[in-house]
């Protein structure tokens, strides 16, 4: 299983991103869990998660500017960012649950993150 992650890049305060994570190779099931960031210096935090039945958690900290949103035929993962702050500056990782063929478990897989910055 391979993850590619892309729509990182830089922009200007209250500007709009949309990171997204595709998953490829050999793959039975896909579970899109979460998006995280790390910014220089700092933790990596939780920005947004799937829960339950679809449900979504949000940080306080991007709540209403953050979406996130998922592809099952596609195998995607997205993060809809708008009004971007400078202190949203980060590298950005999707985490993927996997489940590779029919009877496996499912596996951990995090994306090699695409690095967000915003600056005017």
């Known amino acids: 299983v391979q993850l590619q992650a892309s729509g990182g890049g830089l922009v200007q305060p209250g500007g709009s991103l949309r990171p997204s994570c595709a998953a490829s190779?050999?793959?039975?099931?896909?579970?899109?869990r979460a998006w995280h960031r790390q910014a220089p210096g700092k933790q990596r935090e939780l920005v947004a998660s799937?829960?339950?039945?679809?449900?979504?958690v949000y940080a306080d900290s991007v709540k209403g500017r953050f979406a996130i949103s998922r592809d099952g035929a596609k195998n995607t993962v997205y993060l809809q960012m708008n009004n971007l702050k400078p202190e949203d500056t980060a590298v950005y990782y999707c985490n993927l649950g996997i489940v590779s063929r029919y009877g496996s478990r499912e596996s951990d897989y995090w994306g090699q993150g695409t690095e967000v910055t915003v600056s005017s």
């Open positions: 190779g050999s793959i039975f099931s896909f579970n899109a």
């Open positions: 799937f829960f339950g039945r679809g449900s979504t």
